[in-house]
Every structure is written in structure tokens, then in C-alpha cells.
């Protein structure tokens, strides 16, 4: 499975954006989606998940800000960031595992190359 993130770039402050993600390949059955972001000199944070029955889970510091969606049909998560702030600038990297009858398996855990989200104060 290889996913594909796109949407990133340079915004000011209070700015939006819509990051996605499809992916493709040998699909078996896409559980969780996610997205994640790291920061220099920060590690990997999750940042938003999403299951299979579509209940969301969001880190503090962007709760009612970002909001993130999937459509199974395509294979994408998508991540719809508003008023972004310069403490938003990061590599966001979205992650797709996959599970069988609601199990995680765990070699089926895919991550994306990451999308650049510049905020500028």
C-alpha cells in the first residue's frame, strides 16, 4: 500500500488549507486514518484519527480548528486545517493501518511521505 499526501504549503497565520491523502495498491481493509505532524526538533505527534465508524479524535492544540474526514470510496483521508498559526508548521504525514474483522493488523501499517504546512506570523 503507498499513500499519497498532498495540499501543504505557505499560509499566514489565520490562513486554511486541505490536506489529503489516497491511498493505493494491494488494499485489504483500511481501519484507522491519521494524520501526524513533526516539527524540527520535535518528535511525530498525532495530530487527528479517524476509525472505520467514523469517530474522530483530535490533539488539544487544534481541536475545533482542524477537522478531518475520509471517504472509503476513494481510499483518502482528508484533514481541513483553519486558523493556522505559526505553531501549526510542520511536516504532516498521514497513516492508514488495516484490520480484519475490527483487528489491527500489525505489519499492515502504512505512512505517507509528508506534505510541508509553512505558517507565517
Known amino acids: 500500500v503507498q499513500l499519497q499526501a498532498s495540499g501543504g504549503g505557505l499560509v499566514q497565520a489565520g490562513g486554511s488549507l486541505r490536506l489529503s491523502c489516497v491511498a493505493s495498491?494491494?488494499?485489504?481493509?483500511?481501519?484507522?486514518m491519521a494524520w501526524y505532524r513533526q516539527a524540527p526538533g520535535n518528535q511525530r505527534e498525532m495530530v487527528a484519527a479517524i476509525t472505520s465508524s467514523g469517530s474522530t479524535v483530535y490533539a488539544d492544540p487544534v481541536k475545533g480548528r482542524f477537522t478531518i474526514s475520509r471517504d472509503d470510496a476513494e481510499n483518502a483521508v482528508y484533514l481541513q486545517v483553519n486558523s493556522l498559526k505559526p505553531e501549526d508548521t510542520a511536516v504532516y504525514y498521514c497513516?492508514?493501518?488495516?484490520?480484519?474483522?475490527?483487528?489491527?493488523?500489525?505489519?499492515?501499517?502504512?505512512w505517507g511521505q509528508g506534505t510541508q504546512v509553512t505558517v507565517s506570523s
Open positions: 495498491g494491494s488494499i485489504f481493509s483500511i481501519n484507522r
Open positions: 497513516n492508514v493501518d488495516e484490520a480484519i474483522a475490527g483487528v489491527p493488523i500489525p505489519q499492515n501499517d502504512y
